[in-house]
């Protein structure tokens, strides 16, 4: 029983069942507050009407996105998703990326894709958003590298724990354009991905 | 420059230099002779000199105050002066003189900072007074024009009026919301869905029950609903298109189900479309062409069963259970049905599903269905643990905690016996399913039951809370946290409690200057939850237990307190700032499941069972304690605890609140706050050390409790009686003499609980679990750290 809903500042206080997660993030305050006044419309939340009434949980799982880039570069771009240990494998995950899509696919944002990253040897993340339609673009080199890996020197170099795939779907009013069928093949390093 | 020497005369403040303050006046006066600046910050320095002897309406008021004869525009100076009233608690006329600046010399800049210290205040009233001010500008700042103020007037007057922070007159609860929305329809057309956002809530808000309201949103909204999606348009939409009017809703309903899968579209779908005259089936069908099959779409066949014939059915009940049987929904789910659906036919349904998963055997467990016990379930299903994808959860924690939960959640004290028992499980369960924090929250609470404070923090640092999370999560670390392990060197009190402390520090000072540029962006949809947000951080019961145990811990330690409390001062003074003041627990107590009930926690979690009464008396006794030595009357402090106590007996608050311990300790101090110390010997002769606890957290925090008091009155040069003063020492000294031994004897009890543990009634269960025991050692090792901390104070 999920309603999608608008996130709130005041949800901050109640995400423990989402955010204490292991592998999702913990962003300060302000980066939250940078999501809230950029991308109002980009953040919102997945509700639950049968949590248990005594229970502050009734949040299963948020979205936060944003849009950026020019032209035909135009898109949305997926910052987190995730959802709470209780309400997995029942494609809310799924559903909050679709509300997205419904989102940003009509006025005013009208994009021309949705992209994202991923790890490269998260498998399971990367089936999930294949179920999606999405496809591999590119794989950028050194994207999670830690400040003692350093910038990575070349293209040639590739580590499944390091790199990350640029995972995108094409609306259709970008008629094809941003989808490789060869992704996996073509490589960059991480400043070519800033917008 | 200006800058520079106020900045010296505050220093200079602070360390009570009051000849030298005055002297730097001097050569500001003569150097700025005709600014106001100097003035102010005179009367300032002699107010701070002797603010009892400062006559506020002679010195300040009549001149500068609500109906002074001096008007200033000067930016420092409507600064100072807000600063002055504020602290003087005139929170009123700290942003009048902003307004009557505005009134004699107006201009967008002077509004625009009139604004600013509003919303520093959370004043909404004078935020919404400010951007109607601004709204008369052309030329505003940057790219905002003069309407874009309209919304701004508009979000604080609703915030005005759903917070309730200041009193409302009669004539301004009519006035403000029509004026508000006569405002707003002068903008249109609206630009842009945030515009449109604030219109509605306008009309929903401040005209409840209004059905030309609803038609007004009605109209705004419709045109978007069919090129866009926007979440708060839909909410606005099933709210008002009403009962009456099935048609609308039934289209709007299926044209947005068409883009998003929502329960809450779903089920005014069913409804409309019942009014409609629709079909079970043809609703069936129609949901079915909508959404991909999901849970909703599954769910929602339960709800038409309810809204057609009132009771749930076998088919719709087995077509969403041969989705979600073993799925971990399904118990919250159907539980939400519980009354409506036939518990045989669920038993009966249920069992005919493969029944090898463990996510099946917790949703029959916590449905109640079961017919193993929680350690048979376990046993059944323990070998999954083996196969699992580490960061993943496993379903069988279910059964672990109500292994540990039968154990120790009871109304009186568990035995110690069942609280290693409980923890030797968790230890072992933890090793299994290493990021399950369901489970370790459990274990944290425990460690902190037995008062093993570095064991619980080695388990919590697992959890990497941090950022805003730590406002509801470090109440299981931190509640009474300087009488239970004041070790200022270990990382607990040195690393970690400042670094999530800077959630106060730093992320809630920066709030207003984020809320003001949620405003310039026009992010007008999030703004009332971030004032909402503000407001509940600045009175978060966490951040001030944490508040109070800071000072605790500083007089336990002989620590300089004062840059502490005027700290304190300030932050007490935001938090009174404002007719309704309402604290906001924010602790999640949920983490510990759904049955735990915040007022009535279990004996077991009682380290952490802090109320406001609890958390602003604490507070409250700091005060006490600052002003106990000069021994002067404090009004304000009065009138604190006046209203804290609010017509109730004191000591019926201390016994339900307090632990005995702390129940004494207030007493003292208040004794000798209010009484003189009259009854300051037969305090100290009540203190009876043979009945302090012999182990767990209440043998650190009564210790710790008591020495922190007999210290601070140690240090009272007020307290001159010399049978009063022996008394006081020899306690101190009786108490310290008896610290390694009560420390030892509890070593010696944890240890002869874990040996039982490997022979006794214990074992058998964990046998039964496959579980090792706890070893003593670890037990024993952290005691001697705790003991280590404590005796040296
Ligand atoms: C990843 C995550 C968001 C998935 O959420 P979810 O709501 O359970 O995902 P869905 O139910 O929509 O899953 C869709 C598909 O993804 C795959 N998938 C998701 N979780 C899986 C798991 N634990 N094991 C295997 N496959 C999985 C499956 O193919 C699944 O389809 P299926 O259930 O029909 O087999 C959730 O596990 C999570 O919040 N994890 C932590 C945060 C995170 O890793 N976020 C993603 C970062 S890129």
Redesign the interface.
């Known amino acids: 029983?999920?309603?999608?809903?608008?996130f709130?500042?005041?949800?901050?206080?109640?995400?423990?069942?989402v955010?204490?997660?292991?592998?999702t993030e913990?962003?300060?305050?302000?980066f939250?507050?940078e999501y809230?006044?950029?991308w109002?419309?980009l953040f919102?939340k997945s509700v639950?009407?049968?949590?248990?009434s005594?229970?502050?949980?009734d949040i299963s799982g948020y979205m936060m996105a944003k849009t950026e880039g020019k032209g035909q570069e135009w898109h949305s771009h997926i910052t987190a998703v995730t959802v709470c240990?209780?309400?997995?494998?029942?494609?809310l995950a799924s559903?909050l990326c679709?509300?997205l899509e419904?989102?940003t696919d009509?006025?005013?944002h009208n994009v021309n894709f949705i992209d994202l990253f991923v790890k490269c040897n998260n498998q399971?993340a990367i089936m999930l958003y294949e179920k999606l339609g999405y496809s591999v673009y590119r794989r950028v080199v050194g994207y999670y590298n830690s400040n003692e890996d350093g910038y990575p020197e070349t293209l040639k170099k590739i580590n499944d724990g390091k790199d990350a795939f640029d995972m995108r779907k094409a609306m259709a009013r970008d008629k094809g354009q941003n989808i490789r069928k060869d992704g996996r093949k073509h490589k960059c390093y991480p400043h070519e991905v800033k917008f | 420059m200006v800058e520079k020497i106020e900045e010296d005369i505050f220093g200079l403040i602070r360390k009570s230099s009051f000849k030298q303050c005055f002297e730097k006046v001097n050569i500001l006066k003569k150097n700025y002779p005709r600014l106001q600046y100097p003035n102010v910050l005179e009367l300032y320095i002699k107010y701070k000199q002797s603010p009892l002897k400062f006559d506020y309406e002679a010195d300040l008021g009549k001149l500068y105050g609500s109906n002074g004869s001096i008007v200033t525009v000067e930016h420092e100076t409507l600064n100072l002066l807000h600063r002055f009233f504020s602290e003087l608690e005139n929170f009123e006329e700290a942003l009048h003189v902003y307004e009557k600046a505005n009134a004699k010399y107006p201009s967008f800049e002077l509004s625009y900072s009139w604004f600013e210290k509003a919303l520093e205040d959370s004043n909404y009233k004078h935020m919404a007074k400010a951007s109607l001010q601004m709204s008369k500008f052309e030329t505003a700042a940057g790219s905002l024009e003069s309407r874009d103020f309209y919304f701004w007037n508009a979000i604080s007057t609703i915030a005005l009026f759903e917070f309730r922070t200041h009193n409302l007159t009669e004539q301004e609860v009519k006035i403000l919301p029509l004026l508000t929305y006569k405002n707003l329809c002068n903008c249109k057309p609206f630009r842009?869905?945030?515009e449109v956002i604030v219109f509605s809530s306008v009309c929903e808000k401040l005209f409840p029950n209004d059905r030309s309201k609803s038609d007004d949103i009605l109209k705004e909204i419709t045109p978007?609903l069919t090129?866009?999606?926007?979440?708060?348009l839909k909410?606005f939409m099933l709210k008002h298109i009403g009962s009456n009017n099935p048609d609308l809703l039934f289209s709007n309903c299926e044209k947005m189900l068409n883009?998003?899968?929502?329960?809450?579209l779903l089920k005014s779908l069913v409804t409309s479309g019942k009014q409609l005259g629709k079909s079970k089936d043809e609703l069936i069908n129609l949901i079915d062409s909508l959404l991909t099959d999901?849970?909703?779409s599954r769910?929602i066949r339960l709800e038409i069963d309810l809204v057609f014939d009132l009771t749930i059915s076998e088919e719709s009940l087995r077509h969403y259970l041969s989705k979600?049987h073993n799925?971990?929904?399904c118990s919250?789910?159907l539980?939400?049905y519980k009354n409506s659906i036939d518990k045989d036919m669920l038993a009966g349904l249920i069992s005919s599903f493969d029944d090898s998963d463990v996510i099946h055997a917790s949703n029959i467990f916590k449905m109640k269905l079961n017919e193993l016990d929680s350690v048979e379930y376990y046993n059944r299903h323990k070998n999954s643990l083996l196969e699992k994808?580490e960061?993943?959860?496993s379903a069988n924690s279910i059964f672990i905690l109500d292994i540990v939960k039968s154990l120790t959640q009871k109304d009186e004290e568990p035995l110690i016996f069942d609280v290693v028992l409980a923890v030797s499980i968790l230890e072992n369960y933890q090793n299994k399913d290493s990021?399950n924090?369901d489970t370790n929250v459990w274990l944290i609470a425990l460690y902190m039951y037995l008062g093993l404070v570095p064991l619980a923090y080695s388990h919590y640092q697992d959890?990497?809370?941090?950022?805003?999370?730590t406002?509801?999560?470090d109440f299981l670390l931190y509640s009474r946290y300087s009488s239970l392990f004041p070790q200022k060197q270990h990382d607990f009190i040195m690393k970690t409690l400042p670094e999530h402390d800077e959630?106060y520090k730093s992320?809630l000072e920066?709030l207003p200057q984020?809320i003001n540029?949620?405003f310039e962006?026009k992010?007008?949809?999030?703004i009332l939850?971030?004032l909402?947000?503000r407001q509940?951080l600045e009175k978060s019961d966490t951040r001030w237990l944490k508040l109070s145990e800071k000072a605790q811990l500083a007089r336990l330690c002989n620590d300089k307190r004062s840059l502490l409390l005027e700290n304190l001062h300030v932050n007490w003074r935001t938090v009174t700032n404002s007719a309704f003041k309402q604290w906001s627990d924010?602790r999640?107590?949920?983490?510990f499941g759904?049955?735990i009930?915040r007022n009535r926690l279990p004996a077991v979690l009682g380290y952490m069972n802090l109320n406001r009464d609890w958390i602003e008396l604490n507070i409250l006794k700091e005060f006490m304690i600052e002003s106990i030595p000069n021994n002067t009357e404090s009004p304000k402090l009065d009138a604190n605890l006046k209203k804290v106590i609010a017509n109730r007996d004191l000591n019926e608050i201390l016994s339900s609140s307090f632990t005995t311990m702390e129940n004494w300790s207030f007493r003292t101090f208040y004794d000798l706050y209010s009484n003189n110390g009259t009854n300051l010997n037969t305090l100290l002769e009540e203190l009876d050390f043979d009945k302090l606890p012999s182990g767990t957290w209440k043998l650190s925090s009564d210790y710790l409790t008591c020495l922190a008091t007999l210290k601070t009155l140690d240090n009272f040069k007020r307290i001159t009686d010399k049978k009063t003063k022996q008394l006081i020492k020899s306690n101190i000294q009786n108490l310290r003499d008896s610290c390694d031994e009560r420390y030892r004897s509890y070593q010696k009890l944890l240890t002869q609980v874990c040996n039982n543990l490997k022979s006794h009634d214990g074992k058998g269960l964990l046998e039964k679990l496959e579980f090792l025991p706890l070893e003593a050692d670890s037990l024993v090792k952290h005691v001697l750290v705790v003991q280590k901390a404590i005796r040296n104070l």
């Open positions: 029983m999920t309603t999608v809903q608008p709130e500042a005041t949800d901050l206080f109640k995400l423990n069942n955010n204490l997660d292991t592998l913990n962003f300060p305050l302000e939250y507050f809230l006044i950029l109002p419309e919102f639950e009407y049968t949590a248990n005594n229970s502050n949980h240990p209780e309400f997995r494998r029942i494609s559903m679709n509300t419904a989102i009509s006025e005013p399971l | 842009s869905t945030q978007h090129d866009s999606v926007d979440l708060y909410n883009k998003i899968n929502d329960y809450d999901s849970r909703n769910l979600f799925k971990q929904c919250a789910d539980l939400h994808v960061t993943d959860y990021h924090y959890l990497k809370v941090r950022n805003v999370q406002d509801s999560m959630l992320s920066r984020l540029v949620s962006r992010a007008y949809s999030k939850g971030m909402d947000f509940r924010n999640d107590w949920s983490i759904p049955d009930d």
